[in-house]
């Protein structure tokens, strides 16, 4: 098993800049491929971006790349996502999740989810 926990939402207006922390307990956070996806009120569940295990591969949505950037720190067992240039379209709930192996931008193929943490952009 491997617990998620999110933090750093928030409210911020248009323009600002959040980072997301999510710290992961139970199993060994090395050997998990890590995710970020969001979910707004009345859509579904959408990829953000997902890192390897061992950091060196990263995939993006479109609509995130060179506004968003995730990383990890293994010794932390925490993996981290910076939003630059946040819109408002980019409110939702945002959630960590972990796959044993290879990165994937499908939310099924995560096993481990954390609860989610509240982004809200005003304009």
């Known amino acids: 098993q491997v617990q998620l926990v999110e933090s750093g939402g928030g409210l911020v207006q248009a323009g600002d800049s959040l980072r997301l922390s999510c710290a992961a307990s139970g199993r060994t956070f090395s050997n998990y491929a890590m995710g970020w996806f969001r979910q707004a009120p009345g859509k579904d569940r959408e990829f953000v971006a997902a890192?390897?295990?061992?950091?060196?591969?990263?995939r993006y949505a479109d609509s995130m790349k060179g506004r968003f950037t995730i990383s990890r720190d293994n010794a932390k067992n925490t993996v981290y996502m910076l939003m630059n240039s946040l819109k408002p379209e980019d409110t939702a709930v945002y959630h960590c999740a972990a796959r044993p192996g290879i990165i994937a931008s499908t939310w099924s193929l995560y096993a481990y989810w954390g609860q989610g943490t509240q982004v809200t952009v005003s304009s």
């Open positions: 890192i390897s295990w061992s950091d060196d591969v990263t």
